[in-house]
């Protein structure tokens, strides 16, 4: 039941689980006996603050804080902090409940939690970053520790601002732990964090493909956004031979059908923290659109001809006409960077046609599951490779592909992974939870 109307995109990703959870419960009358779907819904702790900080004019600014704690049946809390101004109560708790399913569905001893700030980075000089950070972390420091809650990073939140938090968590608390992950690999980050959940999404589609007796090589692939989670799908996806062709920003897309040039790209956001406008500067042969002039019903970036989709840059970006165009150019397979990019009437056309579809849940997991391998080695002291991290990674994306699959198939939907992810993660955190007694 709605009982909160302003809280959409928690309802719709409740909407996507529930649906798919039918089966199982019906099959196991054990989770209702538990009242576990009660449960589930409801977090288990919600911390909203005020986050007060000053500006380069002098100017006293403030912003609210969020930090779902949603599930610790089989860890510590664990997921990212997001900085963007449309971070509001039912974005955090949509992302913290996919979490937890998330989390479950890497086999990993951790927890589903979220959360962020309605603050804004753009434009922010770095000591004003510094000075919010600085000031998100004085409130948030009381309710996170390396076994309670260990936040990351996500949309806005990168190596910089996890140091600006992490420096005055240690400072507040004179521990240095590992209570958040994404460190730099200075100072207890782990190798291949930064690239994991691009790298795991491509290694994910690469899962799908195999499937079908079909390999990466030649692919050109959409990727929209140009963040973390773009950037190194684009790597992993000219590494493995296949070719990104399109990605964007929040003001536009680029098509560049010669193949993205990633090293530009990467200047112009992860150094000058630039707009994706600047590429057309030194390349006329790719197309620029600006949001202005994208499609009345949709992105312009889902219109071009390619075979693979990847959308890796925020919830909802991907609507029905969007995916109807993308199947009417005959796209092969879709694979969910970011979290709920696809919109539920989008994804139940890929799932009716059959289309290959790596939901966010299972396909973005690599990002989290080596947050995981970050914490094993800030509590182990030890320090691993990339290649031994790029091993283990590798290896969890095909155990969640493999789980996802086999129990598609146990419940009669062998083509629909958004199904057999979700009753994967569900069904392990629902039995711990009934382990647990009555909490
Ligand atoms: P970043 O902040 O690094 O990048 C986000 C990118 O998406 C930016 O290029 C941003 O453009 C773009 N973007 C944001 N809104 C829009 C929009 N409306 N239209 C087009 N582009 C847009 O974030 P991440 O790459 O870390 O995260 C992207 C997604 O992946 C999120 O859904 C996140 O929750 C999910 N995710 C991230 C993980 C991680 O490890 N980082 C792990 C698992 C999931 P601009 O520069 O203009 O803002």
Redesign the pocket.
């Known amino acids: 039941k709605r009982t909160s109307p302003a809280q959409t995109e928690f309802y719709q990703a409740v909407e996507e689980i529930l649906e798919s959870l039918a089966p199982v419960l019906e099959q196991n009358p054990k989770y209702r006996q538990h009242s576990i779907i009660e449960r589930l819904l409801e977090p288990e702790r919600q911390i909203m603050f005020r986050v007060p900080w000053v500006d380069d004019d002098g100017k006293i600014q403030v912003n609210k804080g969020y930090r779902i704690e949603f599930n610790s049946a089989l860890g510590p809390y664990k997921g990212?902090l997001?900085f963007h101004p449309s971070v509001n109560a039912s974005i955090v708790k949509f992302?913290g409940f996919e979490q937890i399913f998330k989390n479950a569905l890497t086999g990993l001893p951790i927890g589903g939690g979220k959360g962020g700030a309605n603050f804004n980075p753009?434009g922010k000089s770095d000591a004003e970053i510094m000075r919010f950070c600085q000031s998100f972390m004085t409130e948030l420091h009381r309710h996170i520790g390396p076994h309670t809650d260990v936040p990351?990073?996500?949309?806005?939140v990168?190596t910089r601002e996890i140091g600006y938090m992490f420096g005055q968590y240690k400072r507040l608390m004179n521990r240095f732990d590992g209570v958040m992950t994404?460190k730099s690999k200075l100072w207890g980050g782990s190798a291949l964090r930064t690239e994991?959940?691009g790298f795991g999404c491509v290694y994910f589609a690469q899962e799908l493909l195999n499937h079908r007796d079909k390999s990466m090589e030649g692919k050109r692939c959409l990727v929209?956004?140009?963040?973390?989670?773009?950037i190194y799908t684009m790597q992993k996806l000219y590494e493995l031979g296949a070719k990104p062709i399109a990605c964007?920003?929040?003001?536009g897309t680029i098509y560049h059908p010669q193949g993205i040039n990633l090293d530009l790209v990467k200047e112009i956001?992860e150094v000058r923290h630039g707009?994706l406008i600047e590429y057309c500067e030194t390349h006329d042969d790719a197309e620029y659109t600006a949001?202005e002039d994208y499609p009345d019903d949709g992105?312009a970036i889902w219109r071009y001809e390619a075979d693979i989709a990847f959308p890796?840059?925020?919830?909802n970006?991907l609507n029905e006409h969007d995916a109807q165009c993308l199947l009417e150019n005959g796209i092969e397979a879709v694979v969910e960077?970011?979290?709920m990019?696809c919109t539920q009437a989008a994804v139940d056309l890929f799932v009716e046609q059959c289309t290959a579809f790596g939901p966010?849940k299972a396909a973005?997991a690599g990002?989290?599951a080596t947050s995981q391998l970050e914490m094993a080695q800030n509590a182990s002291m030890t320090r691993w490779t990339a290649d031994e991290v790029d091993e283990q990674l590798q290896c969890i994306m095909r155990r969640i592909y493999r789980d996802a699959q086999h129990t598609a198939e146990e419940f009669g939907h062998p083509h629909n992974l958004v199904l057999g992810a979700n009753i994967a993660g569900f069904r392990r955190v629902a039995d711990a939870m009934i382990d647990q007694g009555v909490v």
């Open positions: 990212g997001r992302l753009k990351a990073g996500d949309i806005g990168g994404g994991a959940t929209s956004g140009s963040g973390n989670v773009a964007s920003d929040s003001n956001k707009r949001t992105e890796c840059a925020t919830q970006e960077g970011a979290n990019p966010g973005n990002g989290v």
